[in-house]
């Protein structure tokens, strides 16, 4: 399905980043992040990252950061999830036709990985998306796993503007549909509302029609 390398040491610097954040925190996954949920779902969310003791710590996509907080009690809002929360890799929560994966599978410093690295990790994210059935629906969480998603088709940037709640089908029947990162920073700034969160996953919805 996706290719996932769990050793991958593809990027020399956050190869040796994971190995210092292993260090200190040995308790942590501090390895790549693999993608979770259903292998036939009908809908994709890609994130930027795993946050350094979020999904790095767990080991599990927005599990055990601020972030996944507004993610995992909207996807059981609309059905994707059994429940509303996620504790640990090793609860039984379980996605329901969704799956979560990010651009870029290893904690960058600072939350910022470099254009090479988001580039090396693209093909990871190309077989994922080859691996979606027919008129599937891709979520962008901000506009680097947008230009991500665009990148790992093969599409120009320039032809499928990022804008929350916006809908780009694209060539062979997959949608991409734009959503501001659920981040503290968005949610506490107001640039995203739990309203807005929540227009996009029912705009999904409707996309997928019922489970």
Do not use: W
């Not at 929360?85 to 929560?93: G, H, R």
């Amino acid at each position: 399905m996706s290719g996932f390398e769990p050793d991958c040491r593809r990027c020399p610097r956050l190869a040796g980043f994971l190995e210092q954040v292993k260090q200190n925190h040995p308790s942590y996954h501090a390895r790549p992040v693999a993608p979770f949920g259903d292998p036939r779902a009908r809908l994709l969310i890609v994130g930027l990252a795993p946050g350094m003791h979020g999904a790095n710590a767990s080991g599990r996509p927005f599990t055990g950061d601020y972030a996944g907080i507004l993610l995992y009690q909207t996807l059981h809002r609309y059905g994707f999830g059994s429940h509303p929360e996620s504790t640990s890799a090793k609860d039984d929560l379980i996605l329901k036709d969704c799956r979560i994966t990010n651009a870029v599978k290893c904690l960058p410093p600072q939350n910022k990985p470099l254009g090479s690295e988001i580039r090396e990790c693209n093909d990871f994210l190309s077989r994922e998306l080859e691996g979606l059935p027919d008129r599937a629906v891709v979520v962008a969480l901000g506009i680097i796993a947008h230009n991500a998603v665009l990148r790992a088709q093969g599409l120009k940037q320039s032809h499928y503007r990022f804008g929350h709640d916006r809908l780009h089908p694209l060539p062979g029947g997959l949608r991409l549909l734009d959503s501001y990162h659920c981040s503290r920073y968005n949610t506490q700034t107001r640039r995203l509302t739990r309203e807005m969160f929540q227009d996009v996953f029912q705009h999904a919805r409707a996309l997928l029609g019922t489970a």
